[in-house]
């Protein structure tokens, strides 16, 4: 299977079409300290193609049992299509710079042991604050944040094509899908969004920010039934 064939196909008002083979994963957020780190979940099936619930309604998680036809979901895509460069607020450190485009799904990975990534990068004036800056950014989920360095190279971690279901047992709740490895998006009306190497994409159903994740499985207290 080429690469060309690896994207995910967003339906009108029903679910995420994958294809391509793409490697299907749970991962848990696990807090270490004042850090956090993803666990490995129970292992799920794998396929050449399959459907993800983005409703928040399926009785089968992550997969669409199509419970989109009768509980009313819309979903409406919302989200900006400008790329990343375009959105994203840039700031400056002594030893390495932030780009944050706000795209938040209170994953919480860029809080290390001793500071945020915003603090970290403000800070940035030795090796340590420059690397736990870096490492803060490049595990955010979301690909809300990115490293770069002062000569303006972005950093980024390396990943192949993959999909994590992400529970967030220390809310309460059911996150949202991480998609690593620049895996395309494919609008309901055919645009195809800005490949990305970190995405979350909503499986809650309430994101204002549709199809990216905005955090709101959080305050409706999203729980997806397996």
């Not at 994203?88 to 944050?100: N, V």
Request: contains cysteine.
């Amino acid at each position: 299977m080429s690469n060309q064939d690896v994207k995910i196909k967003i339906t009108e008002a029903g679910p995420y079409l994958v294809s391509g083979h793409v490697p299907l994963y749970e991962k848990i957020i696990v807090p270490k300290g004042r850090e956090y780190e993803f666990e490995n979940g129970r292992e799920l099936p794998q396929a050449e193609a399959y459907a993800l619930c983005r409703c928040g309604h399926s009785k089968n998680a992550p997969f669409c049992d199509g419970s989109h036809e009768t509980c009313g979901f819309v979903g409406k895509e919302t989200a900006s299509r400008d790329r990343f460069h375009e959105r994203a607020e840039l700031l400056e450190g002594p030893g390495i710079d932030l780009m944050d485009d706000n795209r938040c799904a209170y994953a919480r990975f860029c809080h290390r042991k001793h500071g945020n990534v915003w603090e970290l990068t403000e800070d940035s004036i030795n090796a340590e604050n420059i690397k736990e800056a870096i490492k803060a950014a490049s595990d955010c989920p979301a690909g809300r944040l990115v490293a770069r360095e002062k000569n303006g190279n972005l950093i980024e971690p390396s990943y192949g094509p993959e999909i994590d279901i992400i529970q967030d047992p220390q809310q309460g709740v059911s996150s949202g899908i991480f998609i690593k490895g620049n895996i395309p998006v494919v609008a309901a009306d055919g645009f195809c969004y800005e490949t990305r190497n970190r995405a979350m994409l909503c499986r809650c159903g309430g994101s204002r920010n549709h199809p990216y994740c905005d955090a709101s499985h959080i305050p409706i207290k999203f729980i997806a039934e397996p």
